[in-house]
């Protein structure tokens, strides 16, 4: 599985940015898709996600500012970012989740798998 991330770059306080993620393999075989953020000398968190039955999830920081979408047709998924501050620079990585799969007594783990990272800066 690969997770193509692009979009990412410079902007200034209050602008904005769409980030796009494109998966090599049919959306439909992940029990969710999203991205996560990791700032300068801060742990990875998670910025918003969205379940293949269409549950969102934001972060409180992003709530109200971002928007996240899927294009099931083209294996994508977006993240709609506005009204940027300093605080959302980050590498942000997409993610996506296959389930644990269970056939005949013998089951798959839950799998994650990540996008290369790209970058969000904002200044001031």
């Known amino acids: 599985v690969q997770l193509q991330a692009s979009g990412g770059g410079l902007v200034q306080d209050g602008g904005s940015l769409r980030l796009s993620c494109v998966i090599s393999?049919?959306?439909?075989?992940?029990?969710?898709v999203g991205w996560y953020r990791q700032a300068p000398g801060k742990e990875r968190e998670l910025a918003a996600n969205i379940t293949n039955v269409g549950i969102i999830n934001y972060a409180d920081s992003v709530k109200g500012r971002f928007t996240i979408s899927r294009d099931n047709a083209n294996d994508t998924v977006y993240l709609r970012m506005n009204s940027l501050k300093p605080d959302d620079t980050a590498v942000y990585y997409c993610h996506a989740q296959k389930p644990i799969l269970c056939s005949g007594g013998i089951c798959t783990p839950q799998s994650d798998y990540w996008g290369q990272g790209t970058l969000v800066t904002v200044s001031s």
């Open positions: 393999e049919s959306i439909f075989s992940f029990s969710g």
